[in-house]
């Protein structure tokens, strides 16, 4: 009689345990092991995978406690365990599921295991300058540079806004190869079915996806959010009262989120099974994830717990972040992480989450702000996304 390991190549059990380890990202009992291949791959008995990863311990595999396995070499993956030399000047810090480090994107994506990341849900830098430490310097000390100030109203002290506008032709192709580079970069730590979500805006969105596909991944489709904000709508600079009835640029009262999607391993249903990715979480079993998601503006109250100047609010974040994992299971990367209100959402729902963020000074108000914005609970009308896995 055919045995069930018989119809296995020789190394085939071994990559199939690799592939679970690796698609999970946490270690796992033997038994989850077995379960997972048997899910992908077919039956494999459970003493045949015993004895692989015993075969393969210590060298490919690591044991983490009595019956539990992870890759070796890998501690904590994907999670960093050990500070490394992309880390600028801080150790992580680490909040329930969520690990924020202080780190340079590129080079962090470059030393990340292959196919360790589940999910992208991040709001990049647009001009890429207007996060460089020259203004960054003319922000803080509200000097302006890229940094609109939009002036005081009713009393109340506007948020700065990056200016688009002001981007030249080669400023818009330094734009693009940034972001062809990131998904060139991002692609191979993807798991194959992983969805990546990037905040943009009805300016620059079309080069922002333009390069992310070159880099090979899947567009999906724009969420829009609905908001309002305080880009357009302006009469022509210094000629108001001459022309009273004119906008140079719509009021803009949306902002895009460009989706994207690593390419499948097979059908949806089989790269579900495999990678637990591919697919969108719904909102509830009634209810697809739609494209369109009512936003009001990040509050007061909010920015006050995370006083970063592109804060998304966690209403949002964390209906984006919850469909972002279709079996709520991986983790969740935000490599332009900021305040950390990506983690802050998933942390919120159950998920696991790293996030990247390169200025000191962010990255400090992040360690501050994860807890109090993954607590954070917005008024009655904008709550949105389930908790819980
Ligand atoms: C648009 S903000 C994201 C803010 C975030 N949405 C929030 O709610 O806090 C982009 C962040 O990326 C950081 N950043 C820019 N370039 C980076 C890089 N190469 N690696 C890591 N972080 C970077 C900036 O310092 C900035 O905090």
Known sequence: MERSEDRWRPGQVRDAILDVLGAAGTPLSVMEICERVAASAGPVPRSSIQSYLSLNTPGLFAREDRGVYRIAGQPDLPLPGAPTDDLVSRDPFRFGRSTMLHAEALDWLDKRPPRSVHAVVTDPPYGLFEYSPEQQRKLRDRRGGVWRLPPSFDGHRRSPLP???????????????????????????????????????????????????????????????????????????????VFPEVSVMPRSNWEPW????????????????????????????????????????????????????????????????????????????????????????????????????????????????????????????????????
């Open 163 to 241: 200016r688009f506008t002001t981007l030249t032709p080669v400023q818009l192709e330094e734009l693009e190869r940034f972001f062809h580079e990131w998904g060139r970069r991002l692609r191979p730590r993807l798991v194959p079915g992983a969805h990546v979500f990037v905040a943009s805006s009805p300016l620059l969105s079309f080069i922002v996806a333009n390069a992310l596909s070159r880099s090979g991944l899947e567009r999906r489709g724009e969420i829009i959010r609905l908001t309002t904000t305080m880009r357009g709508g302006d009469r022509p600079k210094g000629a108001h009262d």
């Open 258 to 389: 460009l989706l994207f999607r690593e390419p499948l391993e097979g059908r949806v249903q089989d790269n579900l099974r495999k990678w637990r990715t591919g697919a969108l979480r719904r909102p509830n079993k009634d209810k697809p994830f739609g494209d369109v998601i009512q936003s009001a503006p990040t509050r007061r109250t909010e920015r006050d717990l995370a006083p970063h100047p592109s804060l998304k609010p966690q209403a949002f974040l964390r209906q984006i972040v919850r469909a972002a994992l279709p079996l709520g299971e991986g983790v969740v990367l935000d490599p332009f992480a900021g305040s950390g209100s990506t983690l802050a959402a998933a942390e919120w729902v159950g998920y696991q989450s790293v996030g990247l963020e390169n200025d000191v000074e962010y990255f400090d108000l992040a360690r501050k702000a994860i807890p109090k914005l993954a607590r954070y609970v917005p008024p009655t009308a904008s709550r949105s996304a389930t908790r819980g896995k």
